[in-house]
């Protein structure tokens, strides 16, 4: 990038480069030359935002689970609407269909960057934490308006849906599993608490 020309949301633009290369190369290609290079600036313009890699990577995961805001706000909006297996399926594979995958695999791939995300994020894997918690509610809200069983544990359903959905999609080269998949995994956790036909 030419000198004294500004970049406009400079920590946007280097966190949706990191994106891009997570989603097309995995885990092991994510270097600050990698993510400059993507967004199209000096190497310099990432060290002068942040201390080092590891605190851009760390602000970038904090980043995208902030991110899942809206979706948890729009699937508890759902509660009601079309049957809990189909909004459960759809939001499990736009969630897993995007970075989020790579971020658990980039937690697990960096030391460094899982200890500087203990910091703040004492407990679970961001990301997959915060899904389970947007499931949980969404099935509580399902279970308040009587289509998901007064006695089903929503917090266990939401991690087995969470926890099976990322298995699913774990395996970046062989491509993202067919919906009828993934709505058939969901009516199998949720069989028995839901009065949907599988």
């Not at 997570?22 to 002068?48: F, N, Q």
Request: glycine share 6%.
């Amino acid at each position: 990038m030419p000198t004294g020309v500004a970049i406009r949301d400079v920590r946007q633009q280097l966190f949706d480069a990191a994106d891009r290369i997570l989603v097309r190369d995995g885990p092991s290609a994510l270097t600050s030359r990698a993510v400059t290079t993507e967004a199209d600036c000096a190497k310099g313009v990432l060290h002068r935002h942040f201390d080092d890699f590891d605190a851009f990577l760390a602000e970038f995961v904090l980043d995208r689970v902030e991110r899942l805001d809206p979706q948890a706000a729009a699937l508890r909006q759902a509660a009601g609407t079309g049957t809990v297996a189909d909004n459960v399926a759809e939001t499990l594979t736009a969630l897993f269909g995007s970075v989020a995958v790579a971020i658990v695999a980039l937690i697990t791939f960096r030391d460094e960057l899982r200890s500087r995300l203990r910091r703040t994020w004492p407990v679970g894997v961001p990301v997959l934490t915060e899904a389970v918690a947007m499931i949980a509610s969404y099935l509580t809200a399902e279970r308040d308006l009587g289509r998901v069983a007064a006695d089903a544990d929503v917090d266990t359903l939401a991690a087995m849906l969470i926890g099976t959905a990322h298995l699913l999609f774990a395996d970046r080269t062989g491509g993202s599993p067919e919906p009828v998949t993934v709505r058939r995994a969901v009516s199998t956790v949720l069989a028995g608490v839901t009065p949907e036909p599988a």
